[in-house]
């Protein structure tokens, strides 16, 4: 009985190596993001955005940061020592993620492994390691400051102040991926947040929302076979 089982943990150890789906192995989903200067030096500040991406696993519903912007996830802006409504999308899944209730300080930043430059180039790509054949969710918010429009101005009728900067509030795309090689995708524009308070719920009203769906010309999620580093 003992070398009837062992041969066929043998057999099947084999028969996924040969098929490439092993439980085991793993594959990297790499995101290509294009962004579109000419849209975000319209805004007051032309500075490129600040963005995020995350992963939610579709069966456990867990949640992992691939990349943000250095800004947002060290709480390092000029002339402030931090923006919470810069991506508050992102800061909920944070806390989620590091069980804090903050958000990320100069002191108490985000896991500097997922924290990159404000990329100034058109394009920019990043990549994550999942299990093979896993099924993701994943979300991608952008926001650029100071991009007013007559629906998010700096100057409410009420005479309220957008202190922040914000303009049109930051605006969150969703779309699916699994683990397996060859799949592909390109998100959805699903809603945004709030200009004037920190909320990090989605909002689908995307009332008013202007030029600021304009600075991603084009998001693309491919998942690769092996986790070998991309260039």
């Known amino acids: 009985m003992r070398y009837m089982l062992l041969g066929f943990l043998i057999l099947y150890t084999v028969s996924c190596s040969n098929s490439g ?7 990297t989903l ?3 993001i294009h962004q579109e200067r000419d849209v975000y030096d ?6 490129p955005p600040q963005f995020a991406i995350w992963l939610e696993n579709k069966a456990t519903g867990k949640v992992k940061t691939v990349f943000v912007t250095y800004r947002t996830g060290t709480g390092d802006f000029e002339g402030k020592m931090e923006c919470p409504v810069s991506l508050p999308a992102w800061i909920g899944v944070f806390r989620k993620e590091t069980g804090r209730k903050d958000i990320p300080s100069i002191r108490k930043p985000a896991d500097m492994a997922v924290t990159g430059a404000t990329p100034k180039v058109p ?9 093979a054949n896993s099924q993701w969710n994943y979300y991608v918010e952008v926001n650029v400051s100071g991009d007013y429009t007559p629906e998010f101005p700096a100057l409410q009728p009420d005479g309220t102040i957008d202190h922040q900067g914000n303009g049109q509030p930051s605006i969150v795309y969703r779309g699916e991926i699994t683990g397996t090689p060859g ?4 998100p959805e524009l699903i809603g945004r947040t709030e200009q004037l308070y920190i909320s990090t719920k989605i909002n ?3 009332k008013g929302i202007r030029n600021a769906k304009d600075v991603f010309s084009k998001i693309t999620v491919t998942c690769i076979k092996g986790t070998k580093k991309i260039d």
């Open 204 to 206: 689908p009203d995307l």
């Open 183 to 186: 799949d592909q995708s390109t």
């Open 21 to 27: 789906s092993s439980i085991f192995s793993k594959n």
């Open 30 to 32: 790499l995101f290509t």
């Open 123 to 131: 394009d920019f790509s990043t990549h994550v390691t999942v299990q």
């Open 42 to 47: 319209q805004s007051d500040y032309g500075e």
